[in-house]
């Protein structure tokens, strides 16, 4: 089994900044895709970034790359989401995933899921 902790969630004006951290306990064995999802109230799941744990290739979506940056420390087995240039579409609780596998945009690609943090921006 696999457990993420999620943290780093807040309340921040647009324009501001927040970094959320995931760290990954259990049965990690050095082979886990992570990444994020988000939900804004009303919404689905909305893959937002992942990262390989061997060789960190990352994928960001479209509407959050270049403010979005994907990191991962595998010492701490640790990704870490940058959120830069906030804005309040940006508001949802995100969450923190894992797989064994290749995890793509999915949410069903994923089995392992934290417990949500809430990103609130204020306009």
């Known amino acids: 089994q696999v457990q993420l902790i999620e943290s780093g969630g807040g309340l921040v004006q647009a324009g501001g900044s927040l970094r959320l951290s995931c760290a990954a306990s259990?049965?990690?064995?050095?082979?886990?895709?992570m990444g994020w999802f988000r939900q804004a109230p009303g919404k689905e799941h909305e893959f937002v970034a992942r990262?390989?744990?061997?060789?960190?290739?990352?994928y960001i979506v479209d509407s959050v790359k270049g403010r979005f940056t994907l990191s991962r420390d595998n010492a701490k087995n640790t990704v870490y989401l940058q959120m830069n240039s906030l804005k309040p579409e940006d508001t949802a609780v995100y969450y923190c995933?894992?797989?064994?596998?290749?995890?793509?945009?999915?949410?069903?690609?994923?089995?392992?899921w934290g417990q949500g943090t809430q990103v609130t921006v204020a306009s």
């Open positions: 995933v894992a797989s064994f596998y290749y995890g793509g945009s999915s949410p069903h690609e994923y089995a392992y």
């Open positions: 259990g049965r990690t064995a050095g082979s886990l895709a």
């Open positions: 990262i390989g744990w061997i060789g960190g290739t990352t």
